[in-house]
């Protein structure tokens, strides 16, 4: 695994974290920031289905759609 480089100011914060019990060591300050990231994308992705899914909305609202006719698409689905 790669060797993490901190700035003098991200060393101090960290030692104190293990200083005061928060985290045991370098690893595991590591891997919650890392867990925070992979929260933040997750978000960001969220937000980015949110924001297309209401671009969308507001089209059809709009009108800007086309009706939807699920029998001349799949017509195998609804024989009997």
Not at 30 to 49: C, P, S, W
Request: cysteine-free; hydrophobic content about 45%.
């Amino acid at each position: 695994m790669p060797n993490v480089h901190l700035t003098e100011p991200m060393r101090d914060y960290v030692e104190g974290q293990i200083r005061s019990g928060a985290y045991a060591n370098l690893s595991e300050v590591v891997r919650a920031g890392i867990r925070l990231l992979m929260e933040k994308d997750g978000a960001r992705q969220f937000y980015a289905l949110k924001a297309e899914l209401e671009e969308a909305a507001a089209a059809a609202e709009a009108g800007g759609f086309a009706e939807f006719d699920a029998r001349a698409f799949e017509p195998d689905a609804f024989r009997g």
